[in-house]
């Protein structure tokens, strides 16, 4: 979820590595990358550019966002209301203790650009879900307007612990449990194919899922279930920010994006499959 270049090298490096093991693996989007070159689906990057990402077309999906966080620096929300994205995922918390320097001002300048925002949390495997949920309810303001908060499920070189689903879905329930009644909207889940395969596949899974992958043509879950959000590059750029800048699209129109954060983020059940 950040945009962040990752050079060839470095990839190469660890593409075979445990993922949580690598040091790296902290900047947002990296796990995604690496997920996908373990499953032979993404091209690596040569000396000729990078590997080619998802560009879907903007008739298929008009509600488009993009993701940010301190990597980012200062971003013109001026500039930004100009582009014609919808909304903007903004990174809040990281584990039971870290707030992104620069969440308040993004919040507040995506306000003031008149797009819809949502904050995330960075999940962190090593620690207490109760004690995450205690530092995203101290850090992110109630807003009936925003969209649901989402929990973002990735390894990170802060842990590289990877517990057994039950043990997993036992602190990810207590975190939902506190955030989900605080601000009134189902929570929505960030995963790579490989964090869906290991600790959600073939569930009756209610909560939306925001998917990681960059690439062609618009994903599938690894169960065939449908998608709320398709992150399609990790290499975009918006006028008003400096560097790189994840993209994302909505999967539906304008109305079901309206109605969608009215109701609290319905379950992926009720959008219509791309």
């Not at 796990?31 to 550019?49: E, K």
Request: hydrophobic content about 40%; overall charge negative; some cysteine.
């Amino acid at each position: 979820m950040g945009g962040k270049f990752i050079a060839l090298a470095v990839l190469l490096a660890c593409a075979s590595v445990p993922a949580g093991a690598v040091e790296f693996l902290s900047e947002p989007g990296v796990a995604a990358q690496l997920d996908a070159i373990r499953a032979g689906s993404l091209l690596l990057q040569t000396s000729r550019g990078r590997p080619p990402e998802g560009k879907p077309p903007i008739e298929d999906y008009p509600v488009r966002g993009f993701d940010v966080s301190h990597y980012q620096e200062t971003i013109r929300w001026d500039k930004v209301k100009t582009e014609g994205y919808s909304f903007v995922f903004i990174k809040a918390t990281e584990g039971d203790g870290y707030v992104d320097a620069n969440f308040l001002n993004n919040w507040k300048g995506a306000e003031a650009a008149g797009l819809a925002k949502g904050a995330y949390h960075f999940w962190d495997f090593c620690l207490k879900g109760g004690d995450q949920a205690d530092n995203f309810l101290r850090t992110v303001p109630v807003d009936a307007g925003a969209m649901a908060p989402t929990i973002d499920i990735e390894p990170s070189g802060s842990c590289s612990k990877r517990p057994a689903k039950a043990a997993f879905r036992k602190q990810l329930d207590d975190f939902i449990g506190k955030i989900e009644p605080a601000y009134g909207k189902m929570p929505i889940l960030y995963v790579n194919g490989d964090i869906y395969r290991t600790y959600f596949e073939g569930d009756d899974l209610k909560y939306p899922i925001w998917f990681a992958y960059p690439r062609e043509p618009a994903p599938k879950l690894p169960d065939g279930k449908n998608w709320t959000f398709w992150q399609y590059a990790f290499h975009g750029s918006v006028g008003g920010i400096d560097g790189e800048v994840d993209l994302d699209v909505f999967n539906g129109d304008k109305k079901q994006f309206a109605d969608w954060i009215k109701n609290g983020g319905d379950s992926i059940g009720t959008l219509a499959a791309p």
